[in-house]
Nanobody, 124 residues
């Protein structure tokens, strides 16, 4: 079992930045670690992912150029740096990990373990 703990969410204004963190307990991250988000009344959507060993990163089109996913191996932590936040980025953000193959990186069903989420609210 892997328990994931997200932190770093909050209420910010449009144009501001936030950094989310994801830390596992119980065992280490699996092959891939991803961030998804879900806004009220909408489906959960992929934001970004990183393959833990290789460091390869993947981004949703909405995140490219504004968000950056990274990992700190000694701290066993994955980060999501979010810059130039927009009102449309308002959502609950979830960290997930799984032994996900490359072609399924953006598919939420490919992840075995999920955190409880951290709320990001961007005001205009």
């Amino acid at each position: 079992q892997v328990q994931l703990m997200e932190s770093g969410g909050g209420l910010v204004q449009a144009g501001d930045s936030l950094r989310l963190s994801c830390l596992p307990s119980g065992r280490a991250f699996l092959r891939a670690v991803a961030w998804f988000r879900q806004a009220p009344g909408k489906e959960r959507e992929f934001v970004a992912a990183i393959r833990w060993r290789e460091g390869t990163t993947y981004y949703a089109d909405s995140a490219k150029g504004r968000f950056a996913i990274s990992k700190d191996n000694p701290k066993n932590t994955v980060y999501l740096q979010m810059n130039s936040l927009e009102v449309a980025d308002t959502a609950e953000y979830f960290c997930a990990t799984g032994n996900t193959i490359t072609s399924s990186t953006m598919n939420p069903t490919a992840y075995n373990y999920w955190g409880q989420g951290t709320q990001v609210t961007v005001s205009s």
